[in-house]
């Protein structure tokens, strides 16, 4: 049963935009909080940002001020917005919880390039 589906990656200028979004099941999404990890080419998986059930958010130093991570809890859905995308923001990007972490899904591709 698939239980995480990452969607909205693809190729963007540095400066640009783009919105993530992750779709979980409700089993999951209700009583956890989420997070975006990101994986670069060659890199381990790092843990981008975090939001909790009640929207208190975290963020690591390398993207704090760019990215925004925001739930819907009616749609069971977490978000990422992106602004001011670097080259070194290229990676694919995962959401899982932020304990106990679930299987992983497929992630989705951001390509930061000129």
């Known amino acids: 049963q698939v239980q995480l589906v990452e969607s909205g990656g693809g190729l963007v200028q540095p400066g640009g935009s783009l919105r993530l979004s992750c779709a979980a099941s409700l089993s999951i999404f209700s009583f956890n909080a989420m997070a975006w990890y990101r994986q670069a080419p060659g890199k381990q998986r790092e843990l981008v940002a975090s939001i909790t059930i009640g929207g208190a958010t975290d963020y690591a130093d390398s993207v704090k001020g760019r990215f925004t991570i925001s739930r819907d809890n009616a749609r069971n859905t977490v978000y990422l917005q992106m602004n001011s995308l670097k080259p070194e923001d290229t990676a694919v990007y995962y959401c899982?919880?932020?304990?106990?972490?679930?299987?992983w899904g497929q992630g989705t591709k951001v390509s930061v390039s000129s």
């Open positions: 899982n919880t932020l304990k106990n972490l679930r299987s």
